[in-house]
């Protein structure tokens, strides 16, 4: 499926150099994402590891760093080899970092900036560590209390600067057992299953009583301090005395809610133990199921599948199994521009032996062998089996990991598949063995992937993988050829190349094209 002509990288980078694209905003930034997807997906491309690290303390990465001891010491995978950007001084017997946020703002106010995203620390005490993140950013974190209610912090910088802390009182919302905001929507979540979503932004312009500028001087309560410094804090300068109008409410098990598709819909599992793994999408303008609106994945694991709105806004839904990733569409019933069905766009399977099946031998009373033919289990270690399906947006590329246990250790390798019609790309297989028993993240990131597990007595481990060896072939004629070779280690440079072809009773032409280096 899907087209057969690939991207003649080469006239994109002549036409880039030519400056075609110089005069239409984001169209450079996409010619050069859709030049790396061709260098990636390539057979000669070659993913290597570069970088090992081992840690007593939990890894994370976002956006390009690695974060080690608690968000203590950042480390940056862009260059080569990954390299330390700071280590901040630890923090006191009294203090500890309990978490973190990360703050971000669109690309294009961050262009006078040396960094788009900064990480802010949140102790013990609740004192924020805050670097400035440019424009239009948004932050929020929760902090659970000792009774079962949740206090937000929140955080906007649009210009006017405005900090909120909302305390979520029992007596107005009940016995609240998990709360979170999401895009402007406070999501309020009970033990019986219901999910009830309100307005974050009508909630502040009727229960707000004073804006806060964070680390400017404030006087709250007959008390004067700065806003995010210990002992001050944060003032609860949003209280909430009365209901506010309730935007949406349904019912789920373990509180399970998306919201997505073209038109809105959600995914819900209805709320009976029984129904585990039955999915139900329904239209949010009136409860309404879609048509083929129920999702069940008829195998038999012990790990449930789990759904999702595919992240590139296409409104499609994402249905992954031990052995096959369903990408599902959503679109008008024919005759019927009210009602909406699901359909599958396109199906990406294991391989896998078909049948396969072991024996099991017994021997009877008598020492007779009894051979009893049993099915393996649909996410049984030694087939191939899905464990982490994630998108690369910049790339428009599906990565799948799948395992298969062989001897006494696991092998992965990472797949790109086409995010449009499903087709396999490219495949990657990660040198360390991979124990099903533990927990894994693996990104993929660009040119960057990054593979973080957890092995026994609380070591994490940490493989980042860089694209190295690339070579691109340029073709003016059936009779001429280049092959230019690009590695991530070397220096950026820019050279034309002119070929010129001595014709009969023809003018000479000149093809021109720019070798760069990818870094």
């Known amino acids: 499926m899907g087209p057969t002509q690939k991207p003649n990288v080469c006239r994109q980078l002549s036409r880039r150099a030519l400056g075609f694209f110089s005069r239409d905003a984001g169209v450079v930034q996409r010619t050069n994402l859709g030049i790396l997807r061709v260098l990636v997906c390539q057979e000669s491309t070659k993913f290597k590891n ?22 203590r010491c950042c480390v940056s995978s862009v260059a080569s080899e990954p390299r330390k950007l700071y280590e901040m001084p630890k923090c006191s017997k009294s203090e500890k970092i309990e978490d973190a946020l990360l703050w971000e703002c669109p690309v294009i106010f961050e262009l006078g900036h040396s960094s788009r995203s900064h990480c802010s620390q949140v102790s013990s005490k609740q004192m924020f560590s805050i670097g400035p993140a440019g424009r239009h950013s948004t ?36 016995n609240v057992t998990d709360a979170t905001l999401s895009h402007g929507i406070l999501i309020v979540m ?36 700065t806003v995010g410094e210990a002992p001050f804090g944060i003032p609860c300068n949003i209280k909430i005395t009365d209901s506010p109008p309730l935007l ?6 373990e509180n399970a809610f998306q919201i997505g598709g ?6 819900i599992t209805p709320n009976k133990k029984k129904q585990k793994g039955v999915f139900h999408i329904c239209a949010l303008k009136d409860n309404s199921l879609a048509k083929n609106g129920i999702q069940e994945m008829e195998c038999c694991s012990l790990e449930s599948d789990w759904i999702y709105f595919h992240p590139d806004a296409s409104g499609r839904i994402i249905h992954v199994g031990p052995n096959q990733v369903k990408v599902l569409k959503l679109n008008e019933v024919e005759n019927n521009s009210a009602q909406h069905q699901i359909s599958e766009d ?34 049984d270690p030694e087939q191939e089996t899905f464990k982490i399906v994630d998108y690369e947006d910049e790339l428009d590329l599906l990565s799948v990991v799948a395992v298969t246990q062989i001897d006494a250790e696991g092998k992965a390798h990472l797949d790109f598949h086409c995010n449009e019609y499903g087709t396999l790309l490219k495949s990657i297989p990660l040198e360390e063995s991979w124990d099903v028993t533990y927990s894994h993240e693996v990104y993929f990131d660009r040119d960057l992937v990054l ?69």
């Open 50 to 71: 570069v970088w090992t690290t081992h840690s007593k303390s939990p890894i994370a990465y976002e956006r390009g760093r690695i974060y080690f001891d608690n968000y």
């Open 139 to 174: 932050a929020y974190f929760a902090v659970p209390c000792s009774v079962p209610c949740f206090t937000f912090f929140t955080h906007r910088d649009s210009g006017d600067q405005q900090e909120g802390d909302i305390y979520l009182s029992p007596q107005i919302f009940g």
């Open 190 to 225: 009970y033990s019986s299953g219901l999910v009830r979503l309100y307005s974050f932004q009508a909630i502040i312009e009727q229960f707000m009583q004073q804006k806060l500028d964070l680390g400017c001087a404030c006087r709250w309560g007959g008390t004067a301090g």
């Open 248 to 253: 949406f409410e349904v019912s789920s098990l």
């Open 262 to 267: 073209h038109p809105w819909h959600y995914i």
């Open 346 to 379: 396109f199906v990406i399977l294991a391989n896998r032996e078909k049948n396969k099946n072991e024996n099991l031998l017994t021997v009877t009373a008598s020492g007779r062998v009894v051979k009893k033919k049993f099915n393996l289990l649909d996410d």
């Open 451 to 519: 593979h973080i597990e957890q092995k026994p007595s609380r070591v994490f481990s940490c493989y980042v993988y860089q694209m190295i060896n690339v070579k691109l072939i340029m073709i003016n004629s059936a009779e001429e050829k280049k092959v230019l070779t690009y590695s991530r280690h070397q220096e950026i440079s820019s050279r034309v190349h002119k070929f010129k072809r001595n014709t009969r009773n023809k003018p000479k032409t000149i093809f021109c094209a720019i070798v760069f280096t990818y870094f």
